[in-house]
């Protein structure tokens, strides 16, 4: 009878351990900190492809790009990486989650220094979150290209606790 106590608490005790995965609904504090988008890469047909994501930029300049999250108060900001072909530009954000029909959404909109909408139709973006830990995320964005529609698939990777917006 000791042995089944013993087993009985041995399971609970492994059951119980610490998950870095996090599983089931993505949190907003997963997300505290800043990450960097290590890959961009089209999901279909082979090729090389310009297209625009977020209205903002091409999306190979978010490669290496610099995004901030802070859970708090749901605002954060990315910088977008420097190269031959991109100039760095950094854009403050509002963001939040929404359930979409399989998948958690990061959705985010563009705003001023005093967290104001700068977009006067109201616009906003979605991330597909795909897969959320706590130093990793892979995310998918839909964007047309030439007419055609295709899932840009990023790859982000925590760098830093920092959440100063400076």
Do not use: H
């Not at 190269?83 to 530009?89: A, D, G, M, V, W």
């Not at 979150?129 to 529609?149: D, K, Q, R, W």
């Amino acid at each position: 009878m000791k042995k089944i106590i013993y087993l009985f608490a041995l399971l609970i005790l492994v059951s119980c351990g610490s998950n870095k995965s996090v599983t089931g609904e993505p949190k907003e504090k997963t997300l505290k900190g800043e990450w960097q988008i290590t890959s961009v890469k089209f999901q279909g047909e082979q090729g090389t492809y310009k297209a625009k994501m977020f209205g903002f930029d091409d999306t190979s300049c978010f490669k290496n790009s610099i995004w901030m999250f802070i859970p708090n108060n749901n605002t954060g900001k990315f910088t977008t990486s420097n190269s031959s072909s991109c100039e760095s530009q950094t854009a403050r954000i509002i963001w939040s989650f929404v359930q979409g029909e399989t998948n958690k959404l990061l959705q985010f909109k563009y705003v001023n220094q005093k967290n104001k909408n700068i977009d006067a139709m109201n616009r906003g973006y979605q991330l597909k979150i795909n897969n959320l830990e706590t130093s990793s995320m892979s995310a998918s964005v839909g964007v047309v290209v030439n007419g055609s529609p295709f899932n840009v698939n990023l790859i982000f990777n925590k760098i830093s606790d920092n959440v100063n917006l400076k």
